[in-house]
């Protein structure tokens, strides 16, 4: 079946590490996102990527980095420059063109500073 | 002023009863609307498109008024299953990212 994996589940971070969180989807969706969600904040977006090789921020991309070498994979990677990481992060993909589609999401994983 | 926004309850229904949501938009060019389902800890997922004309899927009636600028979610004969948090969530234009509500919380008690 086609979706979108998201690993770890759950990850742990050192003050001071840097992080990357995996996304892969097999739905031959060209563009794919990432969310941050915190208790009482809803859905705020870090990146997304309409095309491989092209990504354009998003609200909150401070302290965060992505790539997009290939149409099924966006990792993300939280680095020592975000404050406040410990959130549930949300991967999510779309058809291009698809305007009057909704995502489909990842799992999520769920990242704690320790 | 926030792009879309939602009454965050909760809302405690009994069972069998209606229970109706409504979520604002801020950008009148906006061009697709949905609503998504989020349970506890769990990544959100579809629950329905909204379009112009009204739609309805089994109990949930979604309606979309352009002019006024807001969505509503109409849930009839509410389930213990239901209880999620519904989210609104507004597409401004094709081919970028979604903005999402901050949630609407529903109880549904026996």
């Known amino acids: 079946d086609g979706g979108i994996t998201q690993s770890p589940k759950y990850l742990f971070r050192k003050e001071g590490q840097n992080v990357t969180l995996s996304c892969e989807q097999n739905l031959n969706h060209d563009a794919m996102y990432w969310y941050r969600q915190d208790p009482g904040q809803g859905l705020r977006l870090i990146y997304y990527?309409?095309?491989?090789?092209?990504?354009q921020k998003g609200d909150i991309a401070e302290g965060y980095s992505v790539s997009r070498e290939k149409k099924e994979s966006f990792p993300l990677t939280v680095t020592s420059a975000q404050k406040n990481p410990t959130a549930f992060y949300l991967c999510?993909?779309?058809?291009?063109?698809?305007?009057?589609?909704?995502?489909?999401f990842g799992s999520g994983t769920r990242l704690t500073v320790v | 002023r926030k792009e879309v926004e939602q009454d965050p309850g909760p809302f405690n229904v009994p069972e069998g009863a209606t229970v109706a949501f409504n979520c604002t938009y801020s950008n009148s060019a906006s061009q697709s609307f949905f609503w998504y389902r989020q349970d506890c800890r769990k990544e959100p997922k579809l629950l329905m498109s909204v379009y112009s004309s009204g739609n309805e899927d089994g109990r949930f009636t979604a309606q979309l008024n352009r002019a006024s600028q807001y969505i509503s979610l109409l849930i009839r004969d509410s389930k213990l299953s239901d209880s999620a948090t519904y989210l609104c969530v507004v597409n401004l234009v094709s081919g970028y990212a979604l903005n999402f509500g901050k949630g609407t919380s529903l109880l549904v008690t026996p």
């Open positions: 990527s309409q095309i491989v090789n092209d990504f």
């Open positions: 999510a993909s779309r058809d291009r063109g698809g305007a009057n589609y909704g995502y489909t």
